[in-house]
């Protein structure tokens, strides 16, 4: 692969991983919420889905979707509601807080983080249209097509946990210094009430 393209697509990757959005959420909530360590586990978790992103390009299934009314409504659809059903979630735990000494948040399985980071990711059909418009603009037809988007995919999953990573590091350093003074809270209610707003979003978006 050109390595100019490669160096090109690194850079455009770094812009669109920087701009906030439902994975950047997720990360800076469950590392506020649960810790660095376990907000690495959801970030993995969304990782899974730039997988399933590129195994659907690579398979043309990104192009079916895009003229599948029917299909791409649904998706849309059940991505909608699950942000707006973690949102939502999000924001009622903090309406009833528990006193400082007792304030620790039971830690959910790793599993369910991965899924939740997963699930965020995946049910974002804006994302995989995007994903299948920029990727073939960096793929050349006389080189090896998966050898190309094994190259991308490493890329693209390399910038984006780094950027996630960063997120939840600011984030979790952030509600340090505030937690005493109970912003903690209202930067959580913040975060779901984001999730929740993309999740309306989604719903009204039009193709």
Known sequence: MNIN?????LATWSLVALTPGPAVMCAMSQATRYGFRHALVGIIGIQGGHLVFFGCVASGLAALLATASTVFMVLRLFGAVYLLYLGVRIIASTLHPKPVEQAEVPLPSGRNLLLQGFAVQVTNPKALLFMSALLPQFLQPRHS???QLTVLL???ITVDTLVLSAYAHFALRGT???HASGVVLWLERA?????VLFGFRLLIIRR
């Open 145 to 147: 097509l998966g050898w």
């Open 191 to 195: 975060f779901g009430a984001v999730l």
């Open 176 to 178: 340090r210094y505030l």
């Open 154 to 156: 490493a890329a693209t």
């Open 5 to 9: 393209l490669l160096l090109l697509y």
